[in-house]
C-alpha cells in the first residue's frame, strides 16, 4: 500500500481537529438544541487529535537524539497552557491547583516520562506499576487516564498498525460503554453528541495507517509553530467568546 502521509501532514490534522473541537465548546457552550448538531461534529473531529499526537510521541521517542530536550518542551507548553485551557473550559468557576493539570500537554509529559521508566526495566511488575502510575496522574488532566494507556499502547505495538487499531477500538468500545451509562442517567442532547464522538476516535485510524514514517516539511520554525499553536488558538478563541458570544 502507498502511504501518503507524513508527519508533517498528521500535525495539520491534529491542529486543526483540535480547533475546530475547542470551537464547538465555545460556539455550544449551553449545549443547547440549537448548536448540538455543531457540538456532536466538532467533538468527532476532535477525536482525531489525541491519537495522532500520541502516535507521533512515539515515534519522537524511539527517534529523537535528545529526550531530556523533548521532555523541557512540553513542559514549558504545559505551563504556558493552563491558564488559557482553564478559561476554554471553566469560565464559570474559580482557577484551583487541580486545574494545573489540565491540558493536553500535561498528559503527553506523563505520557513520555512513562515510556522513559516502561523502557528501562524489564521487570513485568514494574513495568504494570508504571504504566498505573503515570496514569494516575493524568486522571484529571485532558483524556484522563485513557490518554497515557493510548501512548503505551502505542509504543508496545509499534509498527504494528494490526494491533493498534485493535487497542484503540477496545478504548473507543469502553468509553462508549461509559457514557451510555451516563446518558441512561442524564438524557441530554449532549450525551447522545459525546457518545456519537467516540467513532471519531477509531475513524482517525485510517488516517494513521497512511503514515509513511517520514518526517515531512520540518524547519525550525514549523516545529516551534506546532508547539505555539496550542496555547495561541486557545486565546483567541477565549477572546471571540470574550467580545462576540
Not at 4 to 32: D, P, Q, R
Not at 126 to 140: A, E, G, P, Q
Request: charged share 10%.
Amino acid at each position: 500500500m502507498n502511504k501518503k502521509l507524513n508527519a508533517f501532514h498528521l500535525k495539520i490534522i491534529a491542529v486543526t481537529a483540535m480547533a475546530v473541537n475547542h470551537a464547538g465548546i465555545i460556539f455550544s457552550w449551553s449545549h443547547s438544541t440549537n448548536t448540538i448538531g455543531f457540538f456532536a461534529i466538532s467533538e468527532f473531529v476532535g477525536r482525531f487529535t489525541f491519537p495522532i499526537m500520541a502516535y507521533l510521541l512515539v515515534e519522537g521517542f524511539h527517534y529523537t537524539k535528545n529526550v531530556r530536550k523533548y521532555c523541557m518542551r512540553l513542559i514549558l507548553f504545559w505551563l504556558v497552557s493552563i491558564y488559557p485551557f482553564y478559561l476554554l473550559h471553566n469560565p464559570t468557576y474559580a482557577f484551583s491547583i487541580t486545574d494545573m493539570p489540565n491540558n493536553i500537554f500535561f498528559t503527553l509529559l506523563m505520557g513520555l516520562l512513562m515510556l522513559i521508566v516502561y523502557s528501562r526495566t524489564s521487570n513485568k511488575v514494574m513495568r504494570v506499576l508504571t504504566v498505573l502510575l503515570f496514569s494516575i496522574l493524568t486522571i484529571l488532566s485532558d483524556w484522563s487516564i485513557i490518554g497515557v494507556l493510548i501512548i503505551w499502547s502505542f509504543y508496545i505495538n509499534h509498527n504494528q498498525i494490526g494491533k493498534k487499531r485493535t487497542m484503540i477500538g477496545t478504548f473507543m468500545l469502553f468509553e462508549t460503554i461509559s457514557l451510555v451509562g451516563l446518558f441512561m442517567n442524564n438524557a441530554a442532547p449532549s450525551w447522545i453528541a459525546e457518545a456519537f464522538s467516540q467513532f471519531g476516535f477509531l475513524a482517525v485510524l485510517f488516517l494513521l495507517v497512511q503514515y509513511n514514517g517520514e518526517r515531512g516539511y520540518s524547519p525550525k520554525w514549523v516545529k516551534w509553530g506546532f508547539y505555539w499553536f496550542y496555547p495561541i488558538h486557545l486565546v483567541v478563541l477565549e477572546l471571540v467568546r470574550y467580545f462576540f458570544l
